[in-house]
Each structure stands twice: as C-alpha cells, then as structure tokens.
C-alpha cells in the first residue's frame, strides 16, 4: 500500500532557529515530491515540486532535500519567522498511487514559531 | 497558476441537512477534484469532476452522499447530503494547471470548514 508518513507530528521552535521536517514514503513508481505549507483556515499552497532526478530544490527559506533511493524527503527552514507557523504537508505522486490525482498524502507535521 | 475560491468559507449546520460548497476557478480547466480533511487527517480524495460526464468517486465515498456538478470547466459544486457530526471536516477543492512550467501541479481552493451540531 503507498504511503507517506511525516515526522515529527508537531514542533515548536523560537524564532529566527532553524528545522528540519523529515517524510519517508512508500510510493512506487515514483513521479514527482511536493511540499505543501497549510496555513490555518487556508488551503495547502505548493511550495516545491522535485522529480526523481533531482536531489535538492530551495525556495526561499524553504531548502527541500530528496534521496529516491531511500525514498527520504525533508524540508529544511532557515530562520524561520512566526509566519512559517503552519502544516507542511508531503505529497507523492506516482502512476499508480492514491486515487485518480495519483497523489498520496502525508498527515502533515504542524509547526509553530514562537517569538 | 489558477485562482481557486470557495463559498462558502465555513458553516455549521443541523444533523440531517444538505450542505452545497461552491468552486470557482479563473481558468478553464479539464479536471477538478474534491478533498476532504479531518482533524489531524491527510487530505482525501472524494471524487473527481469532470466536465460533461459523471464525477468518479473514490472507494468509501457514494454519490447519494457527496453529488457533485460539474456544469461548465471553471464551476463545481459538492453537496454533503444528510449530514452527521462525522461530516464535520474541511472540504477542500482543486484543480490540476497544465500550463505550470513544468509539472501538472495542483492548486487547492481554500476549504470550507463544515461543523455539524
């Protein structure tokens, strides 16, 4: 069965420190990783998208790593800033995963910055 | 990448009542597809819309329960019928942009949060 599972469930950081959020998947085959950032009340808003050739993507603050080996993904967040507080959701997409969208989703990790 | 909105934004409704959330997207688009979120849940798909043929429902989900239309390719409507407590979610519309740069990425509206009493 394809999955994505996401740890940690929650952090909480002091502003301005970085983190690290970690998404182990089981997906196979395998087409692309996305990282998603939920603000509350908000849908998820795409923050990367990384193919299977690719090892890194950043965007911003937000410096996304994937080893498809391992099948391993993390986000790394640099100085973060009380408007990082959100979920970060990981997202696999394969041919043959989840439902018609081909994606499966991770529960999301629920971040939270404190000044 | 597509403007995705949603009415209405949030509702709380009577245990037995039908609920219609509305989905409109600045651009036309081939598929648009419905998600469910529960507290502390991933998201799930419920079906996808597409327009001009019935919408595809995913396993556990039934169009007696969540009817969906579909009439032109930048609408959509998802009714949660009969409604309970375990309907109490955030329903979540998207679409897939095909004139992403590269990628079929995926635009999410920004949910309605139902509360059912």
Redesign the interface.
């Known amino acids: 069965k394809n999955q994505v599972e996401q740890s940690p469930q929650s952090l909480i950081i002091l502003e301005g420190k970085n983190c690290t959020l970690q998404c182990n998947y089981t997906v196979s085959p395998f087409s692309n990783l996305r990282w998603y950032k939920q603000d509350t009340g908000r849908g998820p808003v795409s923050l990367t998208i990384m193919t299977f050739s690719e090892n890194t993507k950043s965007n911003g603050r937000y410096t996304a790593t994937l080893d498809a080996d391992t099948k391993q993904s993390s986000l790394h967040i640099t100085a973060s800033q009380l408007s990082d507080s959100a979920s970060y959701i990981c997202v696999v997409k394969g041919p043959l995963g989840g439902g018609a969208d081909g994606l499966t989703f991770g529960k999301g990790t629920h971040l939270i910055i404190q000044p | 990448s597509a403007v995705?909105s949603q009415k209405p934004s949030r509702d709380i409704c009577q245990r037995g009542t039908s609920l219609t959330i509305q989905c409109q997207v600045d651009s036309q688009v081939t598929?648009m597809?419905w998600y469910r979120q529960q507290p502390?849940?991933?998201?799930?798909?419920i079906a996808?819309a597409n327009q001009g043929s019935e919408a595809?429902y995913?396993s556990g989900f039934v169009i007696d329960k969540f009817p969906i239309s579909r009439p032109n390719l930048t609408f959509s409507t998802l009714t949660v019928s009969n409604m309970s407590p375990e309907d109490s979610s955030i329903y979540?519309c998207?679409v897939?942009d095909k004139r992403a740069v590269?990628?079929n990425?995926?635009?999410?509206?920004?949910?309605t949060?139902l509360t059912v009493l």
């Open positions: 995705i598929m597809f502390g849940q991933s998201l799930t798909l996808t595809t995913e979540l998207s897939e590269s990628y990425e995926q635009f999410f509206g920004p949910g949060r």
